[in-house]
């Protein structure tokens, strides 16, 4: 994983593309802004998502913390700043 890579728009984007895949939505109707599970992500699929960064970032969450970060765009700023804390990011 390129440590500049790490960004709240890079997070973001990968888990746009995430929902888009599963749900066959174009990427351009994943609306960052909306609950995941108005996005079409049940319990399952929302920790798959959280398995998918964990795997592709580096980085340990807890299933959890989409309760806390309910939505892709503030989960994606919530791990970039996590991430620059932890100095994975430039």
Known sequence: MNASATDAQ??????IDYVSRLTDTPPERVDPSVEVERLGLDSATAVALIMSLEERFGIELMPEMLFDYPTIAKLSDHLASRLTAEGRST
């Open 10 to 15: 890079t997070i973001q984007a990968f888990c």
